[in-house]
């Protein structure tokens, strides 16, 4: 089964094929590399950028102007932050030019904890990025969705923030994409550039299909009935993990994965909490005006009534930054035991 | 006594084109701080005094939408350029005094903040400098379709500064992957209050392309003239050798920086208009009386279209959640 990286790069491959996706550009996102996480090899229309995420964006802005469509890449999400400004602008032009020049580009940059990453490649940007008008946000928590959520991305014709979970690049997804090759090593063969001297490599891609995932749309992976739990990307595999153990104290717990952060799935969630009357948002970003607050407070507004208990975020604790030590780290984002204790604490509450 | 034909810098004919469309433009600005006086508009900010290279730079670039034109990225003092295009008078009102009519925003934005695909003009942003980096972008597109246009990029001297105006000299220059870029600094040394020797070292800024292996040239942008000359070579070749070049062009900046510092002329800044008719009455192509009423029928002209779009509507309060996302999408996450 294809990781998530390799299944980003085949929808790359579809996007270059198919989807008259101009170029693909970033920092080492060309050859010979192809990106620091392989998301990118064997690819035609990639080429290495000066390091200069400013540029980045501006020549993304620049492509999508001219209407020609582009995936850049900033190489960690922990250096996107310079272009806050840019991606403000990414995200206005379309309003601001009342309708006259839309930008149909797609950023993509790891986000994340969970490879031990310190302090500068560890950092979360969801709670930004759904704080940025105009964009779509999404973030897939397993390879399939990861191959489908980047189609419909590229398919857009609106500024899509591509959230690529880091700690999941190497996670192989637990169902095939059609066309590709049931085994590993065939898949591997084909598409993963050579160590060494990669000079005369070329890719040979399976024939793939058009598997969009639709933005906006959650999925419920698993189903349940005393609370609802709201995830995305590496936090759904955490959740999961975590379900299973109190399910095995008798706890039924219904898990969405929310996969686009923005524009989001509300009647997916209203649905689940009008049925489960508890719900927990879980995210590893820093828990003040966190993203989740916003689907909290909504929830309050819309569904008070429903409720059973508090609603509750659980998210990464506003620290500056996440510490390299793993006791720091485990310490700062949800890991599964306070998954664990939030699910039984929240269905022990009682109106 | 009327010059020979043989000793005119350019051809009678084009010398008086560049003067009707430097009147124009200086009326329109004009009309636009008038509009703003009165009253009638929130804020004005505009580019009289640097007409005499806004105005060859207009009737030199390539007009069109697509790759194979010119892409233009201009900041707020641009209206000259887009005058030499055929920018008209009415629309530029309707955007000055937020009307619902106005083509470029809807009404959302300030003054000179122009919008027009037709032409290639992409929009103008009121962040300082971001435009040398989205003009990154349309180089490169350009480049890599073999097109026939170049991208132009415009911006004052202050915001070179800015750490996006060194990225333009960085991605423009990669040996093998240079870009068709024409990267024109308007030099009216001033940033609103603080004056060019509070934020510049360098002798000229455009010296700093040499350190990139870029062509640079340095103009008196006060004079129609020289800037024609200049640019035109400038950009044929940047369009020949798909290379990029940087031309500081030094202008004034006749009427301060902008509504809040009261739009009044400043008398100490030279003014190409005045150089220029002068030049013209010397070569003897018009006389005083010619460029007065030439003047007078511009400002009839503008005030004529001023009153007709005066009373336009302005957008409704229910629109402002159109064109969040293309094809009107719903954005409202109310109603997700
Ligand atoms: C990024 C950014 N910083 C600050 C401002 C506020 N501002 C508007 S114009 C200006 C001065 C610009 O000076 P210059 O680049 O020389 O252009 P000029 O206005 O003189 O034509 C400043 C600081 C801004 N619009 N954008």
């Known amino acids: 089964m294809a990781s998530m990286a390799q299944a980003i790069r085949m929808a790359l491959h579809y996007g270059e094929k198919h989807l008259d996706v101009k170029d693909i550009f970033g920092e080492d996102v060309g050859a010979p590399l192809g990106g620091v996480f392989t998301c990118t090899q064997g690819l035609e229309t990639t080429w290495n950028t000066p390091l200069d995420e400013r540029g980045i964006i501006g020549c993304a802005m620049g492509v999508a102007l001219t209407g020609d469509r582009c995936v850049a890449e900033i190489q960690f999400c922990d250096y996107i932050f310079n272009t806050i400004d840019l991606l403000k602008l990414v995200g206005n032009t379309y309003w601001s030019t009342n309708g006259l020049f839309n930008l149909p580009l797609v950023i993509m940059t790891p986000v994340g904890a969970g490879i031990h990453g310190s302090i500068y490649h560890s950092h979360s940007f969801d709670a930004i990025a759904t704080r940025l008008p105009g964009f779509k946000v999404v973030m897939p928590s397993n390879a399939k969705d990861a191959y489908g959520l980047l189609l419909a991305a590229i398919k857009d014709p609106n500024p899509v923030l591509y959230l690529k979970p880091k700690a999941l690049m190497r996670v192989k997804g637990k169902e095939l994409l059609a066309g590709e090759p049931e085994s590993d090593r065939e898949l591997k063969a084909m598409i993963d550039a050579p160590v060494g001297d990669r000079s005369k490599w070329k890719a040979n891609w399976p024939e793939l299909e058009d598997e969009s995932v639709e933005l906006g749309k959650a999925k419920t992976v698993i189903e349940g009935d005393q609370v609802t739990v709201v995830t995305y990307g590496r936090h759904v595999l955490e959740c999961e993990v975590a379900i299973k153990e109190v399910q095995s104290q008798g706890v039924s717990v219904e898990l969405i994965d929310l996969r686009t952060l923005y524009p989001y799935d509300w009647p997916c969630i209203q649905k689940s909490i009008e049925k489960t009357g508890r719900v927990i948002f879980v995210n590893e970003d820093t828990e003040v005006t966190n993203f989740a607050e916003h689907l909290v407070y909504r929830t309050t507004q819309e569904l008070f009534y429903h409720l059973l208990a508090r609603p509750r975020v659980l998210a990464g604790k506003n620290l500056p930054g996440i510490g390299l030590s793993p006791a720091l780290e485990y310490a700062s984002v949800p890991m599964k035991a306070d998954i664990v204790n939030e699910i039984l604490d929240v269905v022990k509450e009682l109106p | ?336």
């Open chain 2, 1 to 336: 006594m009327s010059k020979s034909k043989s000793t005119l810098p350019l051809e009678k004919a084009k010398l008086l084109e560049i003067h009707d469309l430097m009147v124009k433009a200086r009326v329109l600005e004009e009309r636009l701080i008038t509009i703003y006086k009165s009253g009638d508009a929130f804020f004005w900010i505009g580019g009289p005094g640097e007409e005499a290279l806004g105005v060859p730079l207009g009737l030199l670039a390539k007009r069109g939408q697509g790759h194979n034109y010119d892409y233009l990225h201009l900041h707020y003092r641009c209206s000259h350029i887009l005058t030499s295009y055929g920018l008209e008078a009415k629309n530029v009102f309707r955007q000055m005094m937020n009307k619902k009519t106005d083509p470029f925003t809807g009404g959302r934005n300030f003054s000179n903040h122009y919008a027009i695909p037709e032409w290639n003009v992409v929009p103008v942003t009121s962040t300082i400098e971001t435009q040398y980096l989205t003009a990154i972008g349309t180089a490169h597109a350009q480049k890599r379709e073999k097109a026939k246009g170049i991208t132009i990029v415009t911006g004052g001297d202050a915001g070179t500064a800015e750490g996006d105006f060194a990225s333009s000299l960085v991605w423009a220059s990669r040996k093998g992957a240079e870009l068709p870029l024409l990267i024109i600094v308007q030099n009216n040394k001033w940033g609103i209050s603080t004056n060019y020797e509070g934020q510049h070292g360098e002798v000229n800024i455009a010296d700093r392309g040499k350190g990139f292996n870029m062509k640079t040239m340095v103009v008196n942008g006060n004079d129609p003239v020289e800037s024609y000359i200049a640019l035109e070579k400038a950009m044929a070749y940047v369009r020949k050798h798909q290379k990029p070049l940087i031309l500081e062009a030094h202008v004034s900046r006749l009427y301060g920086h902008s509504s809040a510092d009261g739009a009044n002329l400043r008398k100490d800044e030279e003014d190409c208009l005045v150089t220029f008719e002068d030049q013209l009455q010397q070569w003897g192509l018009i006389s005083e009386d010619e460029c007065k009423e030439l003047r007078l029928n511009y400002e009839k002209e503008t005030r004529m279209a001023m009153e007709e779009v005066r009373g336009e509507d302005g957008p409704e309060a229910n629109t402002i959640w159109d064109h969040v996302y293309a094809d009107n999408e719903n954005a409202d996450w109310r109603n997700f």
